[in-house]
């Protein structure tokens, strides 16, 4: 059974800093790896998808990496700005669409 | 281009009624899936709709049943409601059942009193 775990599950910053959110997945045969961002109450805004063959993928000042054989990914925000603020989402998926994901990582940016 | 609409927005229900929430998918798009999201936790996968059959499903009782329509649209019906089922009910859609990236709706929020 796959299992998502996400690393911290808050984060408090102040603006400008740069950081990085974690994710490991306990079954390695995955299709791809996706990051969501999502506000409270709200749905779920994809940031980056990375398929199983790939290293990683860049979008803006999000960077997200995949090392598939350890089961691990990042994502890396350059130059955090208060509108980051949100609960970071990984999912992985193994078959068909349905995917599996973490419990989230709920990321404040002070000003 | 129309993104994925979820109606209604909330709803309030009571232990054993019966509720119906409705998905209407991203233009282009034929599949939907339906995720049930707790407070505090990451979404777990309900059900998935293709060509009007369930194709696939998670690890949830047969209160919990789904139909998709021919213009492709679906509802996901929980019958008998528990105080637990109190969630956030998202919908996604996608193109074709072996889909590389999903497209979530805003949600409906369900409290069961």
């Known amino acids: ?111 | 281009d129309a993104g994925v609409t979820q109606s209604p927005t909330h709803l309030i229900k009571t232990r054993g009624q019966q509720v119906t929430l409705r998905c209407s998918p991203k233009s282009g798009h034929d599949t939907v899936s339906w995720y049930q999201q707790a407070l505090g936790q990451g979404p777990q996968f309900i059900f998935q709709y293709y060509e009007e059959e369930e194709r696939q499903r998670g690890n949830f009782p047969d209160r919990f049943s789904g139909h998709q329509f021919p213009n492709y649209s679906s509802e996901l019906n929980v019958n008998a409601l528990l105080l637990g089922d109190s969630a956030l009910y998202l919908c996604a859609s996608s193109l074709g059942d072996r889909v590389k990236k999903l497209f979530f709706g805003s949600g409906t929020q369900l409290s069961v009193l």
């Open chain 1, 1 to 111: 059974k796959q299992e998502v775990t996400q690393i911290p599950a808050a984060l408090s910053v102040p603006e400008g800093e740069n950081l990085v959110l974690n994710c490991s997945f306990t079954d390695s045969a995955i299709y791809n790896l996706q990051w969501f961002r999502q506000d409270p109450g709200k749905g779920l805004t994809s940031l980056l998808l990375i398929q199983s063959s790939q290293r990683e993928q860049t979008s803006g000042r999000l960077n997200a990496s995949l090392d598939k054989s350890s089961g691990r990914s990042t994502l890396y925000i350059a130059a955090s700005q208060p509108g980051d603020s949100a609960t970071y989402l990984c999912a992985v998926k193994v078959s068909g669409s349905r995917l599996t994901f973490g419990e989230g990582t709920q990321l404040t940016v002070n000003p």
